[in-house]
């Protein structure tokens, strides 16, 4: 039975998923020692922002198939680690949206209505109304950077509150912020013209310390500035010395460069800063969206299926999955063929979608491909998720062409490679009943099975040669199966194929290059 580790605190309503297929253990708070030392026991890792899974965790992890982060940063994975591992890295994009909105939208009221040190105040005996005037967010601006999933749920809430919303997302088009009533900005007037700004974006190289002195400089005296998405992307050195200076109004953080927060200034200031322990995703509701979205995804690859929201392969839609399928294995059979017969040192790959393939879902026939042209080098550490990246260090040029025009099979796929033993080239089909046929051999059409053991020539279509090869391999024992001739004009190049029941004898491949009008032979195991 599998066995998933789960590592940090997570709804019972995902732990009963994953026990319906594995064995479950939970173990939190471990070190990155502790997670290193048992991690090649599993199978599954499901976490939430707790667990740093580092290079070194994924190094040791040999038997790990998958990473469930049960929210959506998948920061504290390192995700590179894990593809070159080929182990897939599945998050929850959408279970804790309206959870971090909420949260962002509470943290704007918080700020404008002083509501957590009035509430100090009344619990520290007081009765102070005087301290606590605040202001409407009704009819004021908010600059929201990042208009995705929770930034856009902000902007339509702010929006329905009376506000004005700016927005900064240079990947959003414009149709996009005009359905949600929102007008897109550069940075500059974003800082400069908001009363609020909420950061809705990853934390990346284009996005740490976004919010710096410099940026800091440009908003009004009163601005807010609410971080519910990453530490990092405001420089805290920067946003402590402008609050000390009452250079802006008051700042809300959620998340923090290094978290837990330790010591901070941060924590020195007084009621115009709130901070909040990365609760964005802590509801009820959220925790269990969450827990089920990635428990799923995680028993459906322990099971063989696809992960719907895998961050480091191509998500695909169940109806997509369900027609690609049996042309995944055609992919990989003809990637294994035709790196067979190119030979070691691939430099690179044509693979041709043809027919319905042809459009931009069949994208991972494409690595299917590459995942079978690498299969004789790398065996079982080769797989979807690592595939493209092991070709691509490798130095194999991949070029991706598709034909929507119907030859002679509705939907085909022509794959041409480029080895030490030259250039050679492969198509093949799917029969009505899903059998995958080998349709061409470089250019000569053939119409033939698979086969655990095959044998090609290339030959002169010449009397006597067919029997001449078929007496040579009697000599050796070796019982043919089938065997099928590919020609383009008579008594011009032609290519045997045949299917033999065990793996051709060494020695064989010599005396078939010796008989008269055979210019090259190949075998192949698939
Ligand atoms: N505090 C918490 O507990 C939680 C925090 N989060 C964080 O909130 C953030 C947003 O999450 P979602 O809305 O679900 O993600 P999303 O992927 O739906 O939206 C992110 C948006 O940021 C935009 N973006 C990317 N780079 C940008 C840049 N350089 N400048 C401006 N915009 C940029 C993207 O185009 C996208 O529209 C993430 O960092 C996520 O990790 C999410 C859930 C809970
Ligand atoms: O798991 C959590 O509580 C944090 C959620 C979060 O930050 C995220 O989903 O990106």
Redesign the pocket.
């Known amino acids: 039975m599998a066995k998933v580790l789960v590592s940090d605190s997570v709804d019972e309503a995902g732990i009963k998923i994953l026990s319906q297929v594995a064995q479950v253990d939970i173990k939190t708070g471990l070190s990155e020692d502790e997670l290193t030392a048992i991690i090649p026991e599993y199978d599954a890792l499901m976490i939430r922002s707790g667990t740093k899974v580092t290079e070194k965790v994924i190094q040791a992890a040999d038997n790990l198939k998958i990473i469930g982060r049960a ?3 998948v920061d504290n994975v390192h995700v590179a680690s894990a593809t070159r591992k080929g182990i897939v890295v599945v998050n929850s ?1 959408e279970g ?2 309206i ?2 909105a909420e ?1 962002a939208l509470a943290m704007m009221l918080s700020l404008s209505r002083h509501i957590p040190d009035a509430n100090q105040s009344v619990k520290g005996g007081k009765w102070d109304r005087k301290s606590y005037i605040g202001s409407e967010v009704y009819k004021k601006t908010l600059g929201v ?7 856009s749920h902000v902007a339509k809430v702010g929006k329905a509150m009376g506000m004005k919303i700016l927005a ?5 088009s414009q149709e996009r912020a005009n359905q949600l009533g929102c007008t897109l900005v550069d940075l500059d007037i974003l800082f400069s013209e908001s009363d609020y700004i909420t950061l ?5 190289k ?2 740490a310390n976004l919010i710096n002195a410099q940026s800091l400089a440009k908003m009004k005296p009163h601005a807010r500035i609410i971080n ?3 530490g990092g992307i405001i420089d805290e050195d920067a946003l402590y010395e402008t609050l000390k200076e009452g250079k802006i109004g008051g700042a809300a953080l ?2 923090f460069a290094s978290e837990p927060l330790g010591e901070s200034k941060l924590r020195e200031l007084g009621n115009n800063i709130i901070l909040t322990p ?4 802590s509801t009820a509701e959220a925790q269990v969206n969450v827990a089920i979205d990635v428990a799923e995804q995680i028993r459906d690859v322990l099971l063989g299926l696809p992960a719907r929201s895998a961050v480091n392969i191509p998500g695909l839609s169940p109806d997509v999955m369900e027609k690609l399928r049996p042309y995944m294995r055609l992919a990989e059979t003809l990637g294994n063929l035709v790196g067979q017969l190119a030979g070691d040192r691939v430099e690179s790959l044509n693979v041709k979608l043809q027919g319905d393939l042809a459009d931009n879902s069949s994208q991972p026939l494409v690595t299917a491909s590459l995942k079978g042209l690498l299969s004789k080098a790398l065996r079982e550490r080769v797989n979807y998720v690592n595939a493209a990246i092991e070709a691509k260090e490798r130095g194999i040029h991949l070029v991706e062409t598709r034909d929507a025009t119907i030859k002679d099979y509705s939907n085909s796929i022509y794959l041409e490679a480029v080895g030490t033993k030259g250039t050679h080239a492969v198509t093949g089909a799917l029969l009505n009943d899903g059998e995958i046929r080998i349709t061409s051999i470089n250019g000569f059409p053939v119409n033939v099975p698979p086969n655990a053991y095959m044998l090609f020539t290339l030959h002169r279509d010449v009397p006597g040669i067919i029997g001449k090869i078929g007496s040579l391999l009697g000599n050796f024992n070796v019982n043919i199966a089938s065997m099928q001739v590919g020609r383009k004009i008579v008594r011009g190049d032609a290519v045997m194929v045949l299917s033999i029941d065990d793996p051709l004898p060494e020695g064989v491949l010599p005396e078939i290059l010796k008989v008269g009008g055979v210019t090259d032979a190949y075998t192949v195991s698939l």
């Open positions: 929210g959506v940063g994009p804790n949206t959870a971090a949260h950077v990042g208009l995705g999933k929770i930034g900064y997302d240079p990947f959003i809705h974006i990853p934390k990346t284009e996005t519910c998405a990453r959620d998340v990365h609760l964005g995703a």
